[in-house]
């Protein structure tokens, strides 16, 4: 039997990456009563004098619009007249009959509007700096208040380049944290996604109880929009970060932050925002540090350039994997990145998983003649194949342009025993692989029928979500026990 409380004693670690290596609560005696008023100046605080945010007295819609202005004209090195800015704001910063979805696709997908000046010039106007998020201007706000079917005046509002993409809500300690997520639903139907509302671009919702504090994605989907699809921070042992001060300092700092926002959600085919959970990102991020130490150390080929991901069952790898294989195929390093998986029905399912999470961004093949002409497109769409056809491609190209480029192989349930042939054939045929696998149920020394473990195959585990980490943030079905009394 495997000992899960040891099961991190054999993850590789890094000093890289938005997640802590190891959380340590302090011991705070001081926190017992505080209001809500003073949970909210102790975060403006924390934001202000410890994470540098920039402090704005804003309270109004107005004052939102008129700050936004300054803020995309610095990111951007550009002066809007009057009338250009009021011909930016109609034509694409908030176009009549814009709702939730049109905005968040800005944030996720089109932040970037070739606007045409007065005298005729055309610029690439950015909303958010991707490629550079220090370029990001950080402020927070609170109070504002906003007429729609009702009057709300909001707790705390974190501003990204001017837009608020993060809303704080707060209740004082001893209240139930599901009261602050009631509140968000409240709002979101009465004056969030009014009229003329850039609160319609909010990403991200934060709920706090000082003592409690989750994170979700803001969505119209109405399976998404429940409060059990919250979730807290943690870092990369899992270990929960429940204090709204420790998460403060370690979700809301400005990296962290625009990370998450930039790099860690997927705005899917059916118009849902996802946010991945930390341990989703903990795992990216170990295969993308990876992927960096192996260009880095030119060891590509070798099983210092691989390692395997347990995850348990139910708890999102596909999102996983998928977010993984397309931050590697943005690499300018990388040449090739294959997901495998070792059933026909898997490919299929696969493919349709990862298009519903961004369209066109895979490359299928119903045969090994297939395979062959997508390895050979010069596109940087992952390849989703099963190992059947990619052994069919080795005997049928022995000596194939592709063998020599540094690709990338993530492999589905990597613990299946066929797997062990075509990891061979595969290792002799690539000269610069890097290889992932991705499992519920790793081979261990201990309940090996081959003699070989997961370990020997893909190299040292990148990260671990095993069972008891799933229970206790109740992210997998209950367990249902009949008892028989004779």
């Known amino acids: 039997m495997v000992d899960y409380s040891k099961v991190h004693e054999v993850i590789a670690e890094t000093n890289e990456g938005i997640l802590l290596a190891e959380y340590q609560p302090e011991y705070r005696t001081d926190r017992e009563y505080q209001s809500e008023a003073d949970l909210e100046n102790q975060l403006i605080s924390d934001l202000v004098n410890h994470l540098n945010y920039e402090r704005l007295n804003i309270h109004t819609p107005e ?58 010039r055309i610029k690439n106007i950015f909303i958010l700096d991707k490629k550079n998020i220090h370029n990001n201007s950080m402020q927070v706000i609170n109070q504002v208040t906003q ?19 993060v809303q704080i809500e707060l209740k004082r300690r001893g209240v139930s944290l599901k009261e602050a997520f009631e509140q968000i639903h409240r709002y979101s139907k009465e004056s969030f996604n009014s009229e003329n509302s850039l609160y319609k671009y909010i990403q991200i919702f934060v709920i706090s109880n000082g003592t409690y504090t989750r994170y979700f994605a803001n969505t119209t989907a109405q ?112 040449d090739k990145v294959f997901f495998v998986v070792d059933r026909k ?41 099963t190992i059947q056809k990619l052994n069919n491609f080795i005997t049928k190209n022995t000596d194939h342009p592709i063998y020599d480029k540094k690709c990338i192989l993530i492999f589905d349930e990597c613990h299946r025993s066929q797997f062990g042939k075509a990891q061979k054939r595969i290792k002799k045929a690539f000269k610069k692989f890097s290889l992932f696998g991705f499992t519920g149920t790793p081979i261990f020394s201990a309940n090996t029928l081959t003699g070989e473990t997961t370990q020997d195959v893909f190299g040292k585990m990148l990260h671990s979500y095993v069972i008891t980490d799933a229970i206790r943030d109740k992210k997998v079905l209950k367990f249902k026990v009949d008892y028989n009394y004779i």
């Not at 079917?149 to 993409?165: A, E, F």
């Not at 625009?258 to 925002?273: G, I, R």
Request: proline share 2%; charged share 25%.
């Open 63 to 120: 004052e939102l619009l008129a700050n936004a202005k300054v803020q995309i004209e610095k990111l951007n090195k550009v002066t809007f007249s009057d009338a250009e800015w009021d011909r930016f704001v109609v034509e694409y910063l908030d176009c009549p009959n814009e709702g939730l979805v049109e905005k968040t696709r800005k944030i996720q997908e089109n932040y970037i509007y070739d606007f045409v000046f007065d005298d005729g």
């Open 147 to 165: 007429v729609g079917s009702h009057t709300n005046r909001y707790d705390v509002t974190i501003l990204v380049n001017g837009l608020p993409l």
């Open 223 to 334: 399976n998404k929009n429940h409060y059990e699809f919250t979730c807290e921070w943690a870092d990369r042992k899992n270990r929960t970060i429940h204090d709204l001060e420790d998460f403060t300092n370690y979700f809301l700092s400005k990296r962290v932050l625009l990370e998450v926002l930039t790099k860690y959600c997927v705005f899917d085919a059916d118009n849902t925002l996802l946010i991945m959970r930390p341990y989703q990102i903990a795992a990216t991020e170990s295969i993308l540090w990876k992927i960096k130490s192996a260009n880095d150390n030119n060891n590509f080929g070798t099983l210092d350039a691989c390692g395997y991901i347990w995850h348990t069952t139910g708890s999102g790898k596909t999102l996983t994997s998928f977010k993984a294989a397309r931050l590697a195929t943005s690499l300018d390093y990388i």
């Open 345 to 385: 029905d898997l490919d299929y399912q696969t493919m349709k998983e990862y298009q519903k999470f961004q369209p066109n961004s895979v490359n299928g093949s119903s045969s090994a003649k297939e395979l062959k002409r997508n390895i050979e497109m010069s596109d940087d769409k992952i390849i989703v194949t």
